[in-house]
C-alpha cells in the first residue's frame, strides 16, 4: 500500500508547493540511482519519492487528494455519490434488490456494470503527465545541450536542453508520461535546475564577469584574452583603466529565446597585483610623487 505522499517527502499538509520542490529535490538528488548503484532498497526510496512529488507537485491534483478524490497512487476513488448509487438510499443490500426478487438484477449484472463503467471512464481519459527535475551545468544551459535523464525503473529519456533555457523552466515530452489502457499518454514535464558557474552571472540574455588584470596592463593598456560562453576573445584594456571599469562584448552573451538575438557579455576589470613583496614596485610607488598627493578615497560617502 502507498503511504502518505506528504509522509514520503517529510513535509507537512500546510506546505507550500516550492517546500514541495525543494524537498523534492534534496531526496531525489540523494537518492538517485547513479549515486547508489545496486542499491535495491535506495532505487525503492527514489521511486516512492518521485511518485509522491508527481502528485503533489500538480497543484490540480495535491487537491484531489486532499478533498479524498484520489488516492496516493493517483487513482480515482469511488465517491459516496457513485457507492449510493449502486448500494441504494440507504447503503445496505436495498441496492441489491436481486436477491430479494423483484426483478432486480443480480449481483454480477451490477458490479459488471460499476467495473465496466470504470473501465470506460479510464479508456477515454488522457494519462497523468509525470514529473522529473533535470540538474545542467550553467553551459549547458546557456548553449544548449543533450543529456539522458535516467527514470525510477531504469528507462532513460533523451532531453533536448534548448540554449537559453533558464533555472526553473520545464521541457516538457510529449507522450512520455503515463498510459492508461486505450487512453493517450500524458506527458513528462522536466524541471531543469541550473548549476551556477565560478566565472559567469547571467542577468536576463547578459553575461556579466570579472576579469583580472595586472598593474602594468591597467596603466599601460593591452590587448588581452577574455572567456564568453562562445569561446576566447581578444578584448583591447585603454590605458589608465582602473578596478571596477566594464568593457561591453556585444552578441556574446546568451541568445533571445523569443527574438533570436543574443544579449551581450560585460567585463569588469579587476586589478590583481602578484603575491608577496615586489622591491622594485616598492621602490617606485615610494618615489612616485603623485601617489602620496593622491586620494583615492575622496569620493567616498558614508552618508
Known amino acids: 500500500m502507498m503511504r502518505d505522499p506528504y509522509t514520503v517527502l ?12 525543494k524537498a523534492y529535490r534534496k531526496l531525489a538528488k540523494d537518492l538517485h540511482p547513479d549515486r547508489h548503484p545496486g542499491d535495491s532498497s535506495a532505487a525503492d526510496r527514489f521511486k516512492e519519492v518521485s511518485a509522491a512529488y508527481n502528485l503533489l507537485g500538480d497543484v ?3 487537491a484531489r487528494y486532499d478533498r479524498g478524490e484520489i488516492g496516493p497512487d493517483g487513482q480515482e476513488r469511488m465517491s459516496r455519490t457513485q457507492y449510493r448509487t449502486y448500494t441504494g438510499p440507504e447503503g445496505g443490500e436495498e441496492g441489491f434488490g436481486g436477491f430479494h ?10 458490479f459488471g456494470d460499476i467495473f465496466t463503467s470504470f473501465r470506460g471512464g479510464r479508456q477515454q481519459a488522457r494519462g497523468r503527465d509525470r514529473k522529473y527535475t533535470l540538474d545542467v551545468s550553467f553551459l549547458e544551459a546557456a548553449r544548449g545541450a543533450n543529456r539522458r535523464l535516467t527514470l525510477p525503473g ?11 533555457l533558464e533555472d526553473g523552466q520545464q521541457i516538457r515530452l510529449k507522450g512520455q508520461g503515463d498510459a492508461p489502457p486505450g487512453g493517450a499518454p500524458g506527458d513528462a514535464l522536466i524541471e531543469v535546475s541550473v548549476k551556477p558557474h565560478p566565472l559567469y ?23 588581452i584574452k577574455a572567456p564568453t560562453i562562445h569561446g576566447d576573445v581578444t578584448v583591447t584594456v585603454p590605458e589608465g583603466s582602473n578596478t571596477g571599469r566594464t568593457l561591453r562584448l ?5 541568445v533571445n529565446r523569443k527574438s533570436g538575438q543574443d544579449g551581450d557579455q560585460y567585463v ?8 608577496g613583496k615586489d622591491p622594485e614596485l616598492q621602490q617606485f610607488v ?18
Open 10 to 21: 517529510g513535509v507537512g499538509r500546510n506546505a507550500s508547493q516550492e517546500d514541495i520542490k
Open 60 to 62: 490540480d491534483q495535491r
Open 101 to 110: 426478487g423483484g426483478g432486480a438484477r443480480g449481483f454480477d449484472d451490477i
Open 154 to 164: 531504469g528507462k532513460t529519456l533523451d532531453v533536448r536542453i534548448p540554449a537559453g
Open 201 to 223: 552571472t547571467r542577468r536576463g540574455n547578459d553575461i556579466h564577469i570579472e576579469l583580472p588584470i595586472s598593474l602594468t596592463e591597467a596603466v599601460l593598456g593591452a590587448k
Open 250 to 254: 556585444k552578441g556574446k552573451g546568451i
Open 268 to 275: 569588469r576589470l579587476k586589478i590583481v597585483l602578484p603575491d
Open 286 to 303: 615610494k618615489s612616485w610623487s603623485r601617489g602620496e598627493a593622491f586620494d583615492a578615497r575622496a569620493d567616498l560617502k558614508t552618508d
